[in-house]
């Protein structure tokens, strides 16, 4: 069986700059991959790429067995692929239920029609989505805050709502893009616990792209180091960690991060 | 077993009914200013779904407006002798099949500006539909056969009260019905953040279409409604100035916010008329008025709450 993601050979020039060249990774189906690497590495981009942003210029990316090539970011999300973004997107003027209720979108037998129809079988469903909302937003103790506007919680809740949205699309692959990013430590620990839940509940795979190497060492069981969009490094996170490559383009450049 | 909604959408239908069995005793400068707003409020509410809900800025709603207006009078007017007669000459049926007509047609015109939207996005989709609504007044200024710059006279007198708030009500309710759903979510999830949209697995184009050929259907009807009320229809009528009246109604009520967009159609068609002894002095006050309320109240008029209320 082929592994879920593949990225074979996949390079993506914008004019003249390669910002990601020959990348050949993968992520299993039940594993959590950690993506690293310094400023401008090209980790947003794979991201992008994963999640038909932006067309790889060759090389192809496959979801369990599929080619992703070519397919818009609404498509590839019905396959079961979900993001979030490293500056944070949600929808800022819906409540925080409507947040995570527009993300089971996807998964609605209803449309426009029956929106207006509006017959038993509409609010039936209507129903057990808000009762699916409730309970993903309870799981992540963020149920208080149903009607309130996304835009008025505190950041680390819209982190974290934004992790339920994607949730929401009841991927098999979820990709975090800079979780930590803005985090007090204590929040980062919490992070750290609440990936490695996320994992295990859901049953999923974690592509983490992430700067902040305490949550990185602490949580993936594989990482990848990008610099300037190549693969430089792959292993455990011992072995990355006592790589002489990694320590000079990552560790060697950049002053103790965290 | 009806829902909620759909009781209130029956009592206001029944409501415009049993108005209209009364407007004769209602006198015929009342009954100008009330069907004016009838067919504001279709029109204001109507493009709230495509700038307010979806957040795609479009000013060239009088366009819609225009193609249903001309579309439903000259099935009436040229045709109607020869069609009235298949539904037995009974107006009533003959009438919404006319209105219905020119909304389909609008609501292609809708499709064919939506298609744009793929790839415009705020002020550059705003030109294009400006340029839409201005290319449809023209054309209809030098098509002889509808009358030129001219305009069509004889348009038969079918508009009562009873088709005004009919379907005012029935674009307060689709409109309403659509957002209102885990589907319709998706409307506003596109006017918030497009990217993270499509991230959610929205379809945005087919969101953003969908609200151009909706919201053109109900300008169409409003149009046609229009033309058989006042029984002439020129393309001026349909200008530029029109098209940002509508704007202004949405902007005032608050952008995806039915019930202050309601408000503000009534409002300012009100104030319209009170203001007509100042012509064409109006449009200055349009401006001042959303020059103080971009200042002011950014959010609209009459938005308080924003979406902080319970989900249908």
């Not at chain 1, 993300?103 to 699916?132: G, N, Y």
């Not at chain 2, 509410?45 to 407006?65: D, E, K, P, R, W």
Request: charge should be neutral.
């Amino acid at each position: 069986m082929p592994p879920l993601l593949e990225l074979d050979r996949v390079t993506i020039r914008f004019g003249g700059l390669t910002a990601v060249s020959e990348l050949t990774a993968h992520v299993g189906g039940h594993e959590l991959v950690g993506l690293i690497g310094p400023n401008g590495a090209g980790k947003t981009t794979v991201f992008n790429l994963i999640t038909g942003v932006y067309q790889p210029t060759s090389g192809d990316i496959r979801f369990a067995g599929e080619s992703l090539v070519g397919r818009k970011p609404y498509q590839i999300t019905g396959r079961n692929i979900a993001r979030t973004f490293q500056n944070i997107r949600l929808f800022p003027s819906l409540s925080v239920f409507d947040n995570v209720r527009v993300a089971f979108h996807l998964h609605v037998k209803h449309d426009a029609v029956h929106s207006l129809t509006r017959f038993r079988a509409f609010h039936a469903e209507e129903k057990e989505i808000a009762a699916q909302t409730m309970e993903l937003l309870d799981i992540f103790d963020l149920g208080k805050f149903r009607d309130e506007p996304a835009k008025s919680l505190p950041y680390g809740s819209q982190r974290r709502l934004e992790i339920v949205r994607a949730l929401a699309t009841k991927p098999k692959l979820l990709l975090l893009d800079e979780p930590a990013a803005g985090m007090n430590p204590t929040e980062k620990t919490e992070l750290t616990k609440l990936i490695r839940f996320i994992k295990d509940k859901f049953q999923i795979a974690v592509l983490l792209v992430e700067h902040d190497m305490q949550v990185v060492m602490g949580i993936c069981e594989r990482i990848a180091v990008l610099d300037y969009g190549v693969k430089i490094a792959e292993g455990t996170p011992t072995e990355v960690r006592a790589n002489p490559k990694v320590i000079e383009a990552y560790l060697g450049e950049e002053p103790t991060p965290g | 077993m009806l829902a909620r909604s759909q009781y209130y959408l029956l009592a206001a239908l029944a409501a415009s009914f049993v108005a209209s069995l009364f407007s004769g005793s209602f006198n015929s400068y009342f009954l100008d200013v009330a069907v004016t707003c009838g067919i504001n409020i279709t029109l204001a509410v109507s493009l709230n779904l495509i700038n307010g809900y979806t957040g795609q800025f479009s000013l060239g709603h009088a366009g819609f407006m225009a193609i249903g207006a001309y579309s439903a009078s000259l099935l009436t007017t040229n045709f109607g002798g020869k069609l009235l007669p298949l539904v037995g000459g009974q107006t009533w049926i003959f009438f919404p099949l006319a209105l219905y007509a020119g909304g389909v047609v609008a609501s292609v015109a809708g499709l064919l500006v939506g298609v744009p939207t793929l790839r415009l996005r705020g002020d550059y989709l705003a030109i294009v539909t400006l340029g839409f609504g201005e290319i449809i007044r023209v054309l209809l200024q030098n098509v002889d056969a509808v009358g030129g710059a001219r305009g069509l006279i004889g348009i038969p007198d079918y508009t009562t009260l009873f088709w005004t708030f009919g379907l005012a009500a029935i674009t307060v309710y689709t409109v309403w019905a659509l957002v209102n759903s885990t589907y319709g979510r998706g409307f506003i999830a596109v006017s918030n953040d497009e990217i993270a949209a499509e991230a959610m697995g929205i379809n945005t184009t087919r969101y953003k279409i969908t609200a151009f050929v909706v919201g053109a259907f109900f300008a169409g009807l409003a149009g046609g409604i229009y033309a058989h009320f006042k029984q002439y229809i020129a393309p001026q009528g349909f200008g530029f100035d029109k098209s940002i009246e509508i704007v202004v109604m949405v902007i005032l009520g608050g952008m995806g916010n039915n019930v202050g967009v309601i408000i503000a159609a009534i409002l300012l068609t009100v104030l319209t008329e009170t203001l007509r002894q100042f012509g064409d002095y109006r449009m200055i006050l349009y401006s001042l008025l959303i020059i103080v309320l971009m200042i002011a109240r950014p959010q609209g008029l009459f938005t308080w709450t924003g979406w902080k209320r319970k989900s249908a």
